[in-house]
């Protein structure tokens, strides 16, 4: 075994505030609750190639003994003996049951995150059991962190490969495991997050867990004795600014790539400004911090799609007085079902498509111009995503509310653009150019026009589908434009009937808080 070079064990850098909550009686009783599906009886006797829901996160959540993680916690809490006890139990019979040579035994057992995910427990737990078995696993369990062909650099797994990592080689008296580790944690973040704070893996949801587990590894790196690179405290800390920034007036993340629209994210620093531009490829706006009744919106532009991102390029979001108006389909599970990879397309999100030209994955967008103001912005955004170029220009009025989109392609091709509304708005009316939604409370206009400002009809509007939370669906409003190689999209909230007059090259919209006048041909003069 791995372990019989050593006799002496070395400090055990327990991180159980790291563990989930659990509830007590049932892990004792043999009862476990993951990823909010229903509760399963694992029995005394393990199957721990048990997945009962056939939900991948719930097997993962299985093997990696966070939740028995949760009993040592407890122990050290109250000394509870019967806590310890039971979680030395389940460890030595996953131990015994998951030989890693062994072809009859989940995939999930050895699986790179289970593994970085599973060794601190182990570590918490080898701290008050004398246990020669669970050393062992701890020196096996650090030779795979150690491998550089299973290493993921960069990746939000490449990070909890990291913390294990560091805490084996310190339980284990292997320094050089502890140096890697760190070495590894400064290079993977200075890839992953760029001097912005922008994390490569295209979902803010992901920047705030890397920036939780950053504060892990930190801590961690300073219970080993070892010194904390200044630059990497550099790269979390930059983080915060674009988990701020993505954060929506309602205090949930902005549901871009996987990232579940009901993650919340508080108390992060922002630098104040209400509007940013993130180099990495985003475009977050809003009218004033810490008010529930701000406008808010994102664009979505930069490298093509990696790890976590959806091809959401061009695509836009939009609160307006306090309240959701176009959302996205957002995060559902990890699950491979058409409907998930229904989510990561085009069609889940507020974008142009080219009629009658294939889709070009991966491709990235450029940001071309801009014209920032304090109640007032625009942007340009450019790509070949279809073979052709296509254009977005954006306008977004604050106090009198409206976003402005101008959709356009080369002559000889026609641009279709998409609208998902937030479900709790339901078509109220539908006639030439315009459909009406609402609520008890509220209305949205959509408006679709040519630029010189004359009303386009010919919209569908059929029901959509978006993920509100994990493995849960909600019914919404989609309207699909009419073909056209330009065309003007107006969002109006808080009115029905929004009056619209043209007068040359400028189009004057009627909204609650005032009138609204733009340019028809172009909504962002290039700087």
């Not at 993650?263 to 509007?275: E, I, K, L, M, N």
């Not at 998409?418 to 479900?423: A, E, S, V």
Request: contains cysteine; hydrophobic residues 40%; glycine residues 10%.
């Amino acid at each position: 075994m791995f372990w019989r070079a050593r006799t002496t064990p070395g400090r055990a850098i327990c991180l159980a505030h790291q563990f989930p909550k659990i509830k007590l009686p049932e892990v004792m009783a043999g009862r476990v609750t993951f990823v909010g599906l229903p509760p399963v009886d694992l029995g005394q006797d393990i199957d721990w190639r048990l997945n009962p829901h056939g939900n991948r996160s719930w097997a993962l959540n299985l093997h990696t003994l966070r939740w028995m993680g949760g009993l040592v916690a407890e122990y050290e809490g109250s000394g509870e003996r019967a806590y310890l006890d039971r979680a030395e139990t389940l460890a030595d019979d996953w131990i015994r049951k998951n030989p890693r040579d062994h072809a009859d035994i989940s995939p999930w057992a050895w699986a790179e995150h289970a593994v970085a995910l599973r060794a601190p427990v182990l570590v918490c737990l080898s701290a008050h059991v004398d246990s020669r078995r669970l050393l062992d696993s701890l020196a096996e369990h650090g030779e795979i962190l150690s491998d550089p062909a299973l290493y993921r650099q960069g990746h939000n797994h490449g990070l909890d490969q990291d913390i294990a990592l560091l805490v084996v080689g310190c339980r284990l008296g292997r320094n050089e495991w502890r140096d890697l580790a760190i070495r590894r944690m400064l290079a993977s973040a200075e890839l992953a997050i760029d001097e912005q704070g922008v994390l490569h893996e295209q979902a803010p949801r992901y920047g705030l867990y890397v920036h939780r587990r950053l504060g892990v590894a930190l801590r961690a790196i300073e219970e080993s004795g070892a010194k904390i690179p200044n630059r990497l405290t550099a790269r979390r800390t930059a983080l915060e600014a674009y988990v701020a920034h993505a954060t929506q007036p309602d205090g949930f993340l902005a549901p871009l790539g996987d990232s579940p629209a009901d993650t919340r994210a508080a108390g992060f620093a922002h630098d104040g400004a209400t509007v940013r531009v993130f180099d990495g490829g985003y475009v977050f706006g809003r009218t004033a911090w810490d008010d529930p009744g701000s406008a808010f919106y994102s664009i979505r532009f930069g490298p093509g799609r990696r790890l976590h991102g959806h091809e959401d390029h061009l695509g836009v979001t939009y609160h307006a007085q306090g309240r959701p108006v176009l959302v996205e389909a957002g995060f559902h599970s990890y699950e491979k079902t058409d409907y998930v990879e229904w989510t990561k397309s085009p069609d889940a999100h507020n974008v142009p498509s080219v009629v009658g030209a294939g889709f070009r994955a991966g491709t990235a967008t450029r940001l071309d111009a801009s014209d920032i103001g304090p109640s007032r912005q625009s942007y340009r955004l450019s790509d070949e995503a279809y073979g052709v170029r296509r254009t977005r220009e954006v306008l977004v009025s604050h106090g009198a509310d409206l976003m402005a989109v101008l959709d356009s392609v080369p002559e000889g091709h026609a641009v279709r653009d998409l609208w998902h509304f937030d479900p709790s708005l339901r078509l109220i009316d539908q006639r030439d150019g315009v459909v009406v939604l609402g609520d008890d409370a509220r209305r949205v206009t959509l408006l679709q026009l040519t630029t010189d400002g004359r009303p386009v009809g010919g919209q569908t509007v059929r029901p959509g589908t978006v993920s509100p939370g994990y493995l849960r669906t909600a019914e919404t409003v989609t309207v699909t434009s009419p073909e056209a190689s330009r065309l003007l999209t107006v969002i109006v909230p808080g009115t029905e009937d929004p009056a619209v007059s043209a007068e040359g090259h400028l189009i004057t919209v009627r909204t609650p808080g005032g009138p609204v006048t733009f340019g028809g041909s172009t909504l962002c003069p290039l700087r």
